[in-house]
């Protein structure tokens, strides 16, 4: 019974002297390694959904099944072809496209049994139709309007097949076939630059394709078409397909400008208003509450922590009343007013605590008033606290949802990037349709708080105050 | 200085008289496929008329939840003057009285679709298009599998033989993707002859109901179909377009996941298959309108704008898009429906639902969408093997009979 007593009352330091050095070592050893995989196995649910996540959003198709972790868009051989194909479409390696002038030199090649003739498929340039959202809406130029599919040759050859049965290999012959689209010379003059490229080649069942310039998007009717939705896409067009995508399908309708950017730029502007309101509001009640002293200071304190119990559901509706009786709906202001800074007076509060209470005095001694001292001495010093509290407030502003979806609802301008992202969805009789588009434009959206987290991590860690009373 | 100052006053009272001489009218309907259509009406079909009637018109399509869109830009006085109305929760808007009702003649238009918009005797809301459910078949797969191609007179049994056929020669492909909502379900439950609401407006899950949803349950372990979740979608349509399954149970909507998703499928359409023992198919009418908001300053431009967005002229280019069927019975008759693409066939199909034997439109009274989630919870539990086919539509008579007695 003493000795528990003892030892839990014995500081730890006097606990360590007593161990033998080996076993410390062997204590913090441990400790350190069960740490370390804590650490790596957090690590590793966080970023593996979202390398998933990244991964599926630069696939054709994000709900594939198997979930495939090669495939052309993060294969360098597809990005050189890609690229190439970009250039010879409308000289552009990167973003590609089909454009007066553009000369694309195209081959597939197709294996069958050996006595099996190999038949020239059925090439195409199709009409691709987008079915839905703001792309179908838009779409004026197809490249079946100005493209000439030629045939250039064939080549024979042979190739190695392996029978996954019974693991015997044969040789099979193989065809290659050579196409050229070209850009109409007759319609090239004034002709428009075309996003997409289409192709399809048909074959009969027995023939397989086993190789061409790029891999085809997907193979349809049971592996009889082979269908491309875009030949020329570029290096940067093969890869991001689904980000170029989230730029484009989200246009005004009236001017055909991309509305994600005015997106990003209103929820910056509320995001950075709200920061404002919030340090002002959270170091003005924070430094009242922590120095100040005056009557009802607990209960204000007191109430204020009570703030942060209520949900932002229960007064949902009289403060959406309240924003309606003011004019301010569908305006930025409604919800940079929407403020709930209870955690950040709090967090505010303890930090001016901390701050030496003689500086203050020294600054009156001075002749500085209560808010020179606030903005002059305490502030400046105060600037992890501030940091963090901006933070945290921009990240909580940038990423709500449910305020802007109430409050501002047209026009489709004034939205915010989280609202809007809504619009990405495609959705046939009620079910979602894209989630290639909506997974790009979650990626793109989260940008801003990354950049933010790797500009100001270090003000997360490091105190100024406690340095300098070092 | 001077000049500019001029140059301003100039600029503003141009603006001003220019925007004194068209009304502008803000409409909004969802996204998706429809996009393409109603700008495709305003900015090409009707752009001549629009201009003639001196309106301007400002088209803000919404992608998500619609009617939570419009609920809430109702209640905040920010509705779009025009704006569409989905019977399934039509009754949410009109109670609201916000709601103006129309001022058109509503005779040219198919009575069923009116009546579903009719609330206190008065139209609320001119239907725009509707639809029906259908079966869509992969042509590919049934001949890959060497399956005569289903058939306007197919029934329960017929099908599913056809489907446990295919998934038999061909592991890897399902019949038919089954999904856990009444939406298409109905197809077959109507089908068995019985109704969602009795003569005292209660909803009996009766015999004819157990038998149309122990088929239809009974599709996966039978080999003839598979979860859609199982297989990570969300819609039949979406099985079907990737080619996991052989038919889907849809409208004509299905052209536009078609077209994005699989744009060299070989399908065809054929008539929702019937009960062996009513001897009856079942189906659904989902309907749409346009509905001029009560507050709007511009109601009368916005009653010409609805007029001219469900004109003949306008229908007609919207039956040849693929994508809708016209809400005015002359154009029944048209001859675009009579061809033979895969999207002629799947509208004429759809059309032909209207007349099939029990056919219901897709509307629940005052409860709305809650209606659904018994039968929706039923299904998922069935589908799932949480439960039994007794013991889930125990439970979800339990709580039909919890909402008759509250309704009380």
């Given at each position: 019974m003493t000795d528990t007593t003892l030892t839990t009352a014995m500081p730890a330091a006097a606990l360590r002297q007593r161990l033998p050095p080996e076993a410390l070592r062997r204590r913090q050893f441990f400790a350190l390694g069960w740490t370390y995989l804590v650490i790596i196995g957090v690590a590793t649910v966080m970023l593996g959904t979202f390398l998933v996540a990244f991964v599926a959003s630069l696939k054709v198709d994000p709900l594939e099944r198997p979930f495939r972790l090669a495939f052309d868009q993060v294969n360098p051989l597809a990005w050189v072809a890609a690229a190439d194909l970009g250039r010879q479409g409308a000289g552009d390696p990167w973003w590609g496209g089909f454009a007066p002038g553009g000369r694309i030199v195209f081959s597939a090649t197709y294996t069958a049994a050996p006595g099996t003739e190999i038949v020239p498929p059925d090439a195409s340039v199709p009409r691709r139709r987008p079915g839905s959202g703001v792309a179908a809406a838009l779409t004026k130029y197809y490249a079946i309007d100005y493209a000439l599919l030629t045939e250039t040759g064939s080549a024979d050859g042979e190739m190695s097949v392996t029978d996954p049965a019974t693991g015997a290999s044969e040789i099979w012959p193989t065809r290659t076939f050579t196409y050229e689209i070209a850009f109409d010379p007759a319609k090239a003059e004034g002709g428009p630059w075309i996003e997409r490229t289409p192709l399809d080649l048909s074959a009969p069942t027995g023939q397989q394709l086993v190789a061409s310039t790029l891999n085809p998007t997907r193979f349809e009717r049971r592996g009889r078409v082979a269908s491309w939705d875009n030949i020329t896409p570029g290096a940067l067009g093969l890869v991001f397909n689904n980000y170029r995508r989230v730029i484009t399908e989200?246009?005004?309708?009236?001017?055909?400008?991309?509305l994600f950017a005015g997106w990003m730029w209103n929820s910056l502007l509320i995001a950075v208003g709200r920061v404002a309101m919030t340090l002002v509001v959270a170091s003005l009640a924070g430094y009242a509450l922590a120095r100040l002293k005056f009557h009802g200071a607990a209960l204000i304190f007191g109430l204020v922590l009570f703030s942060m119990t209520i949900p932002a559901q229960v007064t949902f509706i009289s403060n959406y009343l309240i924003f309606r009786d003011l004019g301010l709906l569908n305006t930025p202001w409604a919800v940079i007013t929407v403020l709930v800074v209870g955690s950040h007076v709090l967090l505010m509060k303890q930090f001016f605590e901390t701050f030496p209470k003689e500086i203050e005095e020294a600054a009156m001694v001075d002749g500085a008033s209560r808010l020179g001292i606030l903005t002059r001495i305490v502030l400046p010093n105060a600037m992890p606290a501030v940091i963090v509290n901006a933070i945290m407030a921009f990240q909580a502003a940038w990423n709500d949802f449910f305020w802007p979806l109430v409050l501002i609802t047209s026009p489709p301008s004034a939205l915010t990037v989280q609202v809007g992202l809504l619009s990405l969805r495609r959705s046939y009789g009620g079910a979602q349709g894209d989630w290639g588009l909506v997974l790009a434009g979650a990626f793109v959206s989260i940008i801003p708080v990354l950049v933010l987290f790797i500009l100001f991590q270090r003000y997360i860690v490091s105190n100024q105050v406690s340095e300098g009373v070092k | 200085m001077h000049k500019t100052k001029i140059l301003l006053a100039g600029l503003s009272l141009l603006a001003l008289t220019s925007a004194a001489s068209a009304v502008d009218v803000r409409i909004s309907g969802w996204g998706g496929a429809e996009v393409a259509l109603v700008n495709g009406l305003i900015t090409d079909v009707l752009a001549e008329d629009l201009k003639a009637a001196d309106i301007n018109v400002v088209y803000e399509p919404v992608d998500g939840d619609f009617s939570q869109f419009i609920t809430n830009a109702l209640s905040a006085g920010t509705a779009p003057d025009l704006f569409y109305t989905d019977i399934f929760w039509s009754r949410a808007a009109f109670g609201t009285g916000k709601v103006e009702p129309t001022t058109a003649d509503t005779s040219p238009f198919a009575p069923n679709l009116i009546d579903a918009f009719t609330y206190d005797g008065k139209v609320m809301a001119l239907p725009k298009d509707f639809n029906t459910l259908a079966l869509q078949y992969n042509k590919d797969i049934f001949d890959d599998a060497g399956v005569a191609y289903p058939t306007d007179d197919e029934t329960w049994a017929t099908l599913q033989d056809k489907l446990v056929a295919i998934h038999a020669k061909l592991p890897d492909v399902n019949g038919l993707c089954v999904v856990p909502d009444y939406a298409r379900f109905a197809a077959f439950a109507l089908g068995s002859g019985w109704e969602p609401f009795n003569a005292e407006g209660k909803t009996v899950l009766d015999g004819n109901f157990k038998r149309a949803f122990a088929w239809y349950t009974g599709l996966v372990p039978a080999g003839a179909a598979v979860a859609a979740a199982d297989v990570g979608e969300g819609w039949t349509g979406g099985c079907f377009t990737k080619e996991l399954t052989a038919v889907a149970v849809e409208g004509a909507w299905i052209i536009g996941g078609i077209r994005d998703g699989a744009p060299n499928l070989n399908w065809g359409t054929a008539r929702i298959p019937k009960d062996p023992e009513s001897g009856q198919a079942g189906n659904l009418i989902f309907t749409v309108g346009w509905t001029v908001n009560a507050d709007s300053a511009v109601k009368d431009a916005a009653q010409k704008v609805a007029e001219l967005l469900t004109s003949e002229k306008a229908q007609q280019w919207v039956l040849e898009q693929g994508l809708a069927l016209p809400s005015r019975s002359a154009l029944v008759d048209n001859p675009w429906l009579q061809g033979d693409t895969p999207e002629q066939t799947v509208n004429r199909v759809v059309f032909a639902g209207l007349s099939d034997g029990n056919v219901e439109p897709f509307f629940f009274g005052d409860l709305g969408g809650a209606w659904m989630e018994p039968i929706n919870t039923a299904l998922n539990s069935v589908l799932t093997g949480e439960a039994d086919v007794d013991t889930a539509l125990a439970a979800a008579q339990a709580k039909f009979d919890g909402m008759a007695a509250q309704k009380q």
């Amino acid at each position: 019974m003493t000795d528990t007593t003892l030892t839990t009352a014995m500081p730890a330091a006097a606990l360590r002297q007593r161990l033998p050095p080996e076993a410390l070592r062997r204590r913090q050893f441990f400790a350190l390694g069960w740490t370390y995989l804590v650490i790596i196995g957090v690590a590793t649910v966080m970023l593996g959904t979202f390398l998933v996540a990244f991964v599926a959003s630069l696939k054709v198709d994000p709900l594939e099944r198997p979930f495939r972790l090669a495939f052309d868009q993060v294969n360098p051989l597809a990005w050189v072809a890609a690229a190439d194909l970009g250039r010879q479409g409308a000289g552009d390696p990167w973003w590609g496209g089909f454009a007066p002038g553009g000369r694309i030199v195209f081959s597939a090649t197709y294996t069958a049994a050996p006595g099996t003739e190999i038949v020239p498929p059925d090439a195409s340039v199709p009409r691709r139709r987008p079915g839905s959202g703001v792309a179908a809406a838009l779409t004026k130029y197809y490249a079946i309007d100005y493209a000439l599919l030629t045939e250039t040759g064939s080549a024979d050859g042979e190739m190695s097949v392996t029978d996954p049965a019974t693991g015997a290999s044969e040789i099979w012959p193989t065809r290659t076939f050579t196409y050229e689209i070209a850009f109409d010379p007759a319609k090239a003059e004034g002709g428009p630059w075309i996003e997409r490229t289409p192709l399809d080649l048909s074959a009969p069942t027995g023939q397989q394709l086993v190789a061409s310039t790029l891999n085809p998007t997907r193979f349809e009717r049971r592996g009889r078409v082979a269908s491309w939705d875009n030949i020329t896409p570029g290096a940067l067009g093969l890869v991001f397909n689904n980000y170029r995508r989230v730029i484009t399908e989200t246009a005004d309708l009236q001017t055909g400008n991309s509305l994600f950017a005015g997106w990003m730029w209103n929820s910056l502007l509320i995001a950075v208003g709200r920061v404002a309101m919030t340090l002002v509001v959270a170091s003005l009640a924070g430094y009242a509450l922590a120095r100040l002293k005056f009557h009802g200071a607990a209960l204000i304190f007191g109430l204020v922590l009570f703030s942060m119990t209520i949900p932002a559901q229960v007064t949902f509706i009289s403060n959406y009343l309240i924003f309606r009786d003011l004019g301010l709906l569908n305006t930025p202001w409604a919800v940079i007013t929407v403020l709930v800074v209870g955690s950040h007076v709090l967090l505010m509060k303890q930090f001016f605590e901390t701050f030496p209470k003689e500086i203050e005095e020294a600054a009156m001694v001075d002749g500085a008033s209560r808010l020179g001292i606030l903005t002059r001495i305490v502030l400046p010093n105060a600037m992890p606290a501030v940091i963090v509290n901006a933070i945290m407030a921009f990240q909580a502003a940038w990423n709500d949802f449910f305020w802007p979806l109430v409050l501002i609802t047209s026009p489709p301008s004034a939205l915010t990037v989280q609202v809007g992202l809504l619009s990405l969805r495609r959705s046939y009789g009620g079910a979602q349709g894209d989630w290639g588009l909506v997974l790009a434009g979650a990626f793109v959206s989260i940008i801003p708080v990354l950049v933010l987290f790797i500009l100001f991590q270090r003000y997360i860690v490091s105190n100024q105050v406690s340095e300098g009373v070092k | 200085m001077h000049k500019t100052k001029i140059l301003l006053a100039g600029l503003s009272l141009l603006a001003l008289t220019s925007a004194a001489s068209a009304v502008d009218v803000r409409i909004s309907g969802w996204g998706g496929a429809e996009v393409a259509l109603v700008n495709g009406l305003i900015t090409d079909v009707l752009a001549e008329d629009l201009k003639a009637a001196d309106i301007n018109v400002v088209y803000e399509p919404v992608d998500g939840d619609f009617s939570q869109f419009i609920t809430n830009a109702l209640s905040a006085g920010t509705a779009p003057d025009l704006f569409y109305t989905d019977i399934f929760w039509s009754r949410a808007a009109f109670g609201t009285g916000k709601v103006e009702p129309t001022t058109a003649d509503t005779s040219p238009f198919a009575p069923n679709l009116i009546d579903a918009f009719t609330y206190d005797g008065k139209v609320m809301a001119l239907p725009k298009d509707f639809n029906t459910l259908a079966l869509q078949y992969n042509k590919d797969i049934f001949d890959d599998a060497g399956v005569a191609y289903p058939t306007d007179d197919e029934t329960w049994a017929t099908l599913q033989d056809k489907l446990v056929a295919i998934h038999a020669k061909l592991p890897d492909v399902n019949g038919l993707c089954v999904v856990p909502d009444y939406a298409r379900f109905a197809a077959f439950a109507l089908g068995s002859g019985w109704e969602p609401f009795n003569a005292e407006g209660k909803t009996v899950l009766d015999g004819n109901f157990k038998r149309a949803f122990a088929w239809y349950t009974g599709l996966v372990p039978a080999g003839a179909a598979v979860a859609a979740a199982d297989v990570g979608e969300g819609w039949t349509g979406g099985c079907f377009t990737k080619e996991l399954t052989a038919v889907a149970v849809e409208g004509a909507w299905i052209i536009g996941g078609i077209r994005d998703g699989a744009p060299n499928l070989n399908w065809g359409t054929a008539r929702i298959p019937k009960d062996p023992e009513s001897g009856q198919a079942g189906n659904l009418i989902f309907t749409v309108g346009w509905t001029v908001n009560a507050d709007s300053a511009v109601k009368d431009a916005a009653q010409k704008v609805a007029e001219l967005l469900t004109s003949e002229k306008a229908q007609q280019w919207v039956l040849e898009q693929g994508l809708a069927l016209p809400s005015r019975s002359a154009l029944v008759d048209n001859p675009w429906l009579q061809g033979d693409t895969p999207e002629q066939t799947v509208n004429r199909v759809v059309f032909a639902g209207l007349s099939d034997g029990n056919v219901e439109p897709f509307f629940f009274g005052d409860l709305g969408g809650a209606w659904m989630e018994p039968i929706n919870t039923a299904l998922n539990s069935v589908l799932t093997g949480e439960a039994d086919v007794d013991t889930a539509l125990a439970a979800a008579q339990a709580k039909f009979d919890g909402m008759a007695a509250q309704k009380q």
